[in-house]
């Protein structure tokens, strides 16, 4: 059962950052096991190691850019819903905390 979960979770794209896990990990979605069998899109050719390991290296900076940037759009979010209920204590010396 646990793999299922594990694999939903992977899978599902993430509220704070935009994108799901295997894609900020990965450069990529994952493979299910209907993709195995399906096989390749048609057009998408096998490149060299090197060529493979350049473009996954900026996909994957790209994603984390926008993943970071969507971060901090939802950091703001998060603080304007807690102010907006915050009230702010006042303490003296000697206050019991």
Not at 12 to 18: A, D, K, L, P
Not at 75 to 80: N, S
């Amino acid at each position: 059962m646990l793999p299922f979960v594990m694999l939903a979770y992977n899978s599902s794209v993430q509220e704070s950052t935009g994108v799901t896990p295997a894609i900020a990990m990965l450069g990529r979605e994952l493979r299910l096991p209907l993709d195995v069998q399906i096989g390749n899109p048609p057009g998408s050719e096998a490149q060299g190691l090197p060529d493979y390991i350049r473009d996954t290296r900026e996909r994957i900076d790209r994603v984390h850019d926008l993943a970071r940037d969507h971060l901090k759009t939802q950091q703001r979010r998060q603080k304007y819903l807690h102010d907006r209920h915050a009230k702010q204590s006042r303490f003296c010396p000697n206050d019991c905390v």
